[in-house]
């Protein structure tokens, strides 16, 4: 069966340090992953997709399928990072629409 | 730019009640979702819809669950009998295609009481 893991619950840097939200999958297929971010009080959104291999908001994912892990990196955080960040894959396009498997979440907490 | 909305924000119902939980994608997708998330745990998939019908359903959709897209505008999630442990966040997703971003709703709180 499919499955993200996010090892940690809760992160906490310093505002300007660089920071890294694990990621881990099991899936025997080519999948593919996402992250998805949620501020405060807002809706899930789409932060960023391994296809689209884009820097969005200063972070970055490489997709590694060595090590089955998708890991979010930026290099300097800032204090509006604060949210609570989602792993998620879906499976090979069957022709179909592709429900997202989710991790549990990471909530990251940067501090002044 | 177009959102996904959800009606109500919070829902307070008694076990064994019906609730129907209200989504209004977005105007142009054609792909419809439901997921839930109970507190402290992960964003789980509930059904896909496509073409009105159900692409896709995990185990948690049983009977008691159904979905409709009654007009060209909502997409409705209906739980027939809730009970204690439906309660949680449920969130509504759209999608142009199937393998495009999902947009996600606010979502709806319920609780089963």
């Known amino acids: 069966a499919q499955r993200v893991t996010q090892p940690e619950k809760l992160l906490s840097v310093f505002k300007g340090a660089p920071v890294e939200l694990k990621c881990n999958y099991s899936?025997?297929?080519?999948?593919?992953l996402f992250w998805y971010v949620q501020y405060s009080r807002q809706r899930l959104q789409l932060l960023l997709r391994h296809i689209s291999r884009e820097s969005i908001k200063g972070f970055t994912a490489d997709l590694n399928k060595g090590e089955t892990s998708f890991h979010l990196k930026k290099p300097f955080a800032q204090e509006e990072d604060s949210a609570m960040y989602y792993c998620?894959?879906?499976?090979?396009?069957?022709?179909?629409?592709?429900?997202?498997?989710f991790g549990k979440g990471t909530k990251l907490t940067v501090n002044p | 730019e177009p959102e996904v909305t959800q009606t109500p924000s919070h829902q307070v119902t008694q076990m064994g009640q019906e609730v129907i939980l209200r989504c209004v994608p977005i105007s142009n997708h054609l792909y419809f979702y439901w997921y839930r998330q109970i507190l402290g745990q992960k964003v789980e998939f509930l059904v896909s819809?496509?073409?009105?019908?159900?692409?896709?359903k995990s185990e948690i959709f049983d009977d008691q669950f159904s979905v409709e897209r009654p007009d060209g505008s909502n997409f409705t999630l209906k739980i027939r009998s809730t009970k204690l442990e439906d309660s949680a966040m449920y969130f509504c997703?759209?999608?142009?295609?199937?393998?495009?971003?999902?947009?996600f709703g606010p979502g709806t709180r319920l609780t089963v009481t």
């Open positions: 997703a759209s999608s142009f295609r199937g393998q495009d971003e999902q947009y």
């Open positions: 899936y025997s297929g080519s999948p593919e």
């Open positions: 819809f496509y073409n009105n019908e159900i692409s896709e």
């Open positions: 998620a894959l879906s499976m090979e396009p069957q022709g179909g629409s592709e429900k997202l498997v």
